[in-house]
């Protein structure tokens, strides 16, 4: 049986009558750009996930990229964060002239170790103004965790050591709209725990679009009207500029789709998390479990439903590039998020990292795949994905 990695099309039939009414009012009315379709979605975003602002932009890297520029992070500066993660995670910290310190990460949960972090910060110096200044000797201005796969970071650690720095925490939540952390003064939901969040609605998200859009949300409205004015240019008042932006606006037809998908996307990540539980079976049944690491949900007993939302459900395998190989024979679906450490990537190199710095991150780009997870998969072709894997290991 073929299993395709993702299949948008079936959730898109669904919807497609609202979709198109509304698309169609939009071309009708020719309002384009911002206004009442993207205002509503914020809001819709700000009672979601419970974050005080919402500014919707144009991609979650551009989400990422403003709430830098909000902060003026700049050449001189450093940004702590994970090399296990999609590239515009660090890509945007270098876009703003700054130096990416990457912190290996906890291998059974892939996310940014506290511990790693907190030995890093440790053994930094301070400078006059009391700041940690990293290894290479720039200032230490933030720290970007990612909620990758769709499971929260030790959100609990890491505002611990943000709090002790006195630095900001921008949340690149690109994967995890919706997730849920067991927080110690309750809970939190990806995004709205620090002092920026960053959505993605990249179509392969939980929440996609129909095409690149994005959300950054914020504690501070201070901040937040900063983030309007960047977005737009950095101008307040039109054509009057106190500061340099970009054109990091949403779309109204990108936020009128997904205005439409938001109230849907608890049912859709309940889905992910049931297709993971029957992989759980089907790999217990395949007697696979001591040959396979399947993902760990550490919240999985906190009464959260929303406690993994299963953006990708990732192995880690022996051989990986063998299974691979046998999979794409078999026509079943797969993918490898991601192959090579940020730290090794050529266009990093003048940060200094070598090889063995972060063994995790590393070993994770070796040894894991991510199958398919999507809502609309049926029991047959979960079955048909772990006996693919079963027949490599045989
Ligand atoms: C962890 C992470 N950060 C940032 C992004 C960037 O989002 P976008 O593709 O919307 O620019 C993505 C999306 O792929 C992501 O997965």
Redesign the pocket.
């Known amino acids: 049986m073929q299993v395709p990695l993702l299949d948008l099309k079936q959730q898109y039939v669904t919807l497609r009558e609202q979709i198109r009414a509304e698309v169609d009012q939009i071309m009708d009315s020719q309002y384009f750009i911002g206004g009442p379709k993207v205002e509503a979605f914020e809001r819709a975003i700000c009672e979601y996930t419970g974050a005080n602002h919402a500014i919707g932009v144009t991609?979650?890297?551009?989400?990422?990229l403003i709430a830098l520029m909000a902060l003026d992070v700049k050449a001189g500066d450093a940004v702590v964060t994970t090399p296990y993660?999609?590239?515009?995670?660090a890509g945007?910290i270098a876009r703003v002239g700054a130096d990416a310190v990457f912190i290996d990460i906890d291998p059974k949960t892939y996310n940014l170790s506290v511990p790693a972090l907190r030995a890093y910060l440790e053994g930094c110096k301070k400078n006059p103004q009391g700041q940690p200044v990293s290894h290479a000797g720039k200032t230490i201005r933030a720290i970007m965790p990612?909620h990758?796969y769709g499971l929260c970071a030790d959100m609990d650690g890491i505002l611990e050591v943000a709090s002790q720095y006195g630095l900001p925490v921008i949340e690149?939540s690109?994967?995890a709209l919706g997730a849920e952390f067991p927080g110690r003064n309750g809970k939190g939901s990806a995004g709205a725990m620090g002092d920026f969040g960053?959505y993605?609605?990249?179509p392969?998200?939980n929440l996609g679009a129909f095409g690149?859009?994005?959300m950054v949300v914020c504690k501070d409205a201070a901040l937040a009207d900063r983030l309007r004015a960047l977005r737009n240019h950095g101008g307040e008042r039109r054509y009057y500029h106190k500061m340099i932006g970009g054109n990091f606006r949403l779309d109204a037809l990108q936020a009128a789709v997904l205005a439409i998908k938001l109230p849907h996307l608890d049912a859709w990540s309940a889905q992910r998390r049931r297709n993971a539980a029957l992989y759980h079976e089907e790999f217990a049944k395949a007697g696979l479990c001591e040959k396979v690491t399947l993902p760990f949900e550490p919240y999985a007993d906190s009464g959260l439903k929303n406690h993994h939302i299963f953006?990708q459900f990732i192995l880690r395998v022996p051989d990986r590039d063998g299974l691979c190989e046998h999979l794409a024979k078999a026509q079943i679906g797969h993918a490898i998020y991601y192959p090579l450490s940020l730290h090794m990537q050529e266009c990093f190199a003048y940060l200094g990292y070598e090889e063995g710095d972060l063994p995790e991150a590393e070993r994770a780009a070796k040894e894991t795949i991510a199958l398919p997870i999507y809502p609309e998969l049926t029991p047959e072709q979960i079955h048909a994905v772990v006996e693919g894997i079963a027949g490599f290991y045989k």
Do not use: M, P, R
């Open positions: 991609s979650g890297t551009d989400a990422l993660t999609f590239f515009a995670t945007s990612v990758l690149d690109a994967q960053c993605s609605f990249f392969s998200k690149d859009g994005g953006n």
